[in-house]
């Protein structure tokens, strides 16, 4: 198309046809594309067009030239001639229209077809309604904010007063009276698809008693600032940008506190996807400082960003992060590093390449804690890098591949330091297996490793090869159980050199199990599998060894279709060696979970993990042949209840909620943002909710063991919404 010429453009469109028995069909009509005016000042009449989400006017002028008046009009064109046409043409005529031609026929139109008419391929498009454009204001003379108009603003807030007992089983105790007041507002910058944008401002002020049980007591008054802002720039898009800020006080929440304190979160966070869904790229920043009493503070910075890749048979993805964790007080802290990367390559169906890189460089200052207690410090960096290739030849039949081979290189370098104390290793290491099945039941293995090791020992080569073979029996029916029985063993050479002395290791195995399962109803059914496995180990240098193991697993699983649907599971296992390695291990594991919808108003969840393990070793080294035992158990889960209308009473919504993690993991030091600052071994959670409009009452009991130290907390806050709630 010329400078001055809008190019032709069509759309193809499915139109109805009159008549008994005609089906639509599909046209050819102009496309006139989309328009877009820019928005006037703050007097013009009406939505404003792109600011509102409003869509253009049509006949709009696009491009401030006056009413009618296309870019490229000469001047004394009349209005409706598009740019390019000559002097002395009508009005509708389109640019190279031959004489005779009708308005409103296109170019290419058979003479002679009428307008209205189908010509061959192409069928005339329907006039536009002529839409009167309203004179445009002088904004010169007070114009305001010119190309910008005020969006919609939807604001909400609450005020509030709380009041909260915790008591603990050191007799400490402390009452917290809080009053505290937010204004919430969110709108949009030109358009939603362009910028959302929403943010609070609160104050929380309050008073503390404090007894500590020993006739000590005091009263203290403290006010913050909290507020929170957020922004997210083309949130529809393929390229999404979001930047978050937040500031809170933990007297506002219905959680026992060990002490009160303040979090500031900072976060920035960018994605991109491509069109075709084949690159994908994201990068984010993470800040969080907690600010506790007298002077403590725990903070969190954390860098991340990945990205992924697949094309042409090719995938490759590169994920990295850096966190740094410092508590001021006890000096902990952490600086955690880490880079992964992987790479797949399938030039064919039956060839796969495969290379990965891990990067970690991770320092810790760790307090040991109990009397006399130091900080310790420790530094580990390593560095892998590897290369692996698959390969299985061609068959016929796509079912028979009995037959694979592997290779691979593996560079890593280990450094440790703790203390005065520092190591470092290197290891090359170049690994080739085989994998051949000669049927369902039987297949063979082979494998042979060459690792040449570096230490502060000096230089050695190591050498191993292993063969194994595996064979399963046919599933057995008797009666209604199903009986299973596999054996195997495998044989291993070692060889290195200096002072290393080659062995060969055998081992042999055997087991066999015995399932079940019973179908009680429609809705439910138990499974029982009992099984029992056998182990000879011998090693040349170290001596031999046996082992003989017992394993019980059931299950219960109960579906009452989207109303109920739950599980019960259990395990387990007792493990006997004798000989080398002399020990006695026991376990048990418990595991429910489910979801159940008890009425139309109440629910329940569960998803519980109870671990429990007992072992005892012989020592070794010891000659007095003394026993160490070793016990643990471990919960983890939570399970919760609600109540939409507790008591028959209309608004009342009562919640139990039970929360279990006896591991204790600290997430924050180890550069988790989101972690929570108080680790509570268990917690039992009572709560009644009640609204009457636009008030809200709450009412909390709860119960908690952080630390080997039991708390109690009264909890009780009403709230007043205020605007667009």
Known sequence: SRPTEYPLRLAQALL???????????????????????????????????????????????????????????????????????????????????????????????????PGQDAPGLRPPAPLPAVPMPAAEDSSEGGGLTGWAIPPIRWMGSVGYSIRQNTSSDKVRSLDQVFNSNLRASSYIYAPWFSQVSGSFGIVSGTNNFSSGTGLDTRTRNTSLVGSANLDLFPSSRFPFNANFSRSDSRTASQVLASTYTETRFGLRQSFRSEDSLHNASAGFDYSIIDGQAGKQDTVTALYGSFNTAAGGMTNGVNARYSVSDRAGTGEGTNLFS????????????????????????????????????????????????????????????DEQPLTLNAGVTYADART????????????????????????????????TANYVTDMAGSRVFTLVNTAANYSGDPLTIGNFSYNWNTGGNLSWQSGTGNTTSSVFTAVQAGHSLGRNFNLSPTDSVSVNLAQNA????????????????????????????????????????VMTSGVNEQHYRSLGVGLNGFGQLSPRSSATLNLTFNWTDQTQKMVLNTMGQQVANQRMTLVGNASYTHARFATIPGLRYTFLFTADSLLRDDRLMGDPNAQYQRNRYSIDNRLDYRI??????????????????????????????GAY
């Open 693 to 722: 409009g636009m008030l809200d009452l709450r009412t909390s009991a709860i119960m908690n063991d952080t630390g080997g130290k039991k708390n109690a907390l009264l909890f009780f806050q009403v709230t007043r919404q205020i």
């Open 417 to 448: 330091s703790s203390g005065a104390l520092a190591s470092q290793t290197q290891r090359l290491t170049g690994t080739t297996s085989a994998y051949y099945r000669f049927s369902p039941n039987f297949s063979v293995n082979g494998s042979g």
């Open 339 to 398: 880079v992964n990367s992987s790479h797949t390559y399938n030039p064919q169906d039956n060839i796969s390449l495969q290379a990965f890189s891990n990067i970690t460089d991770n320092s810790l200052r760790y307090f040991t804690g109990g009397a006399g207690g130091s900080l310790s410090q420790y530094r580990g960096q390593f560095i892998q890098l590897g290369t692996a290739a698959s390969w299985r030849p061609e068959f016929e039949d796509d």
């Open 16 to 114: 109805p046809q009159t008549g008994p028995g005609r089906q639509p069909r599909w046209s050819s009509r102009y496309d006139n594309g989309l328009g877009l005016m820019p928005s006037r000042n703050l007097g013009f009449p009406g939505p404003v067009p792109g600011m509102a989400g409003q869509p253009p006017a049509m006949g709009a002028d696009p491009y401030g030239q006056g009413p009618g008046v296309a870019p490229g009009m000469a001047p004394g064109m009349a209005p409706g001639m598009a740019p390019g046409m000559a002097p002395g043409m009508a009005p509708g005529m389109a640019p190279g229209m031959a004489p005779g031609m009708v308005p409103g026929m296109v170019p290419g139109m058979v003479t002679g077809v009428a």
């Open 535 to 574: 182990a000879m180990y011998q090693n040349q240098i170290v001596g031999s060894s046996a082992s003989l193991s017992h394993s019980a697993m059931g299950s219960y699983r109960l579906s009452l279709g989207e109303r109920f649907n739950g599980a019960v599971n259990a395990n387990l296992s007792d």
